[in-house]
């Protein structure tokens, strides 16, 4: 069992930033893939950015590529996503998430993929 939880959202202004935060319990974290994922009203839950267990690869959406950075500290048993130069369709609840990884390297990209989330943290963008 791992039990995630996410911080760090808020109401920021377009352009701005934030850094969200997600803390694990439970089982070993650096055995797990982590992953952001985000939903907005009425839309499909969207994957945002992953990164391996041992924080050497990452892979991100299009639509957040080049302006957010996923990294983890399997020290303090957290996964961070950077968010820079925000804009209002970023606005939505974002979610975190994991699953065991036992080949290391293998990315995760679809929602279906993880096993456990946490219960999200809302990102509001305004113009």
């Known amino acids: 069992q791992v039990d995630l939880v996410e911080s760090g959202g808020g109401s920021v202004q377009a352009g701005d930033s934030l850094r969200l935060s997600c803390v694990s319990s439970?089982?070993?974290?650096?055995?797990?893939?982590m992953g952001w994922f985000r939903q907005a009203p009425g839309k499909e839950r969207e994957f945002v950015a992953t990164?391996?267990?041992?924080?050497?690869?990452?892979y991100y959406g299009d639509s957040v590529k080049g302006r957010f950075t996923i990294s983890r500290d399997n020290a303090k048993d957290t996964v961070y996503l950077q968010m820079n130069s925000l804009k209002p369709e970023d606005t939505a609840v974002y979610y975190c998430?994991?699953?065991?990884?036992?080949?290391?390297?293998?990315?995760?990209?679809?929602?279906?993929?993880?096993?456990?989330w946490g219960p999200g943290t809302q990102v509001t963008v305004s113009s």
């Open positions: 998430a994991a699953r065991w990884s036992p080949g290391g390297t293998t990315r995760y990209l679809g929602a279906s993929d993880y096993d456990y």
């Open positions: 439970g089982r070993t974290f650096s055995a797990n893939a």
């Open positions: 990164i391996t267990r041992s924080g050497t690869s990452t």
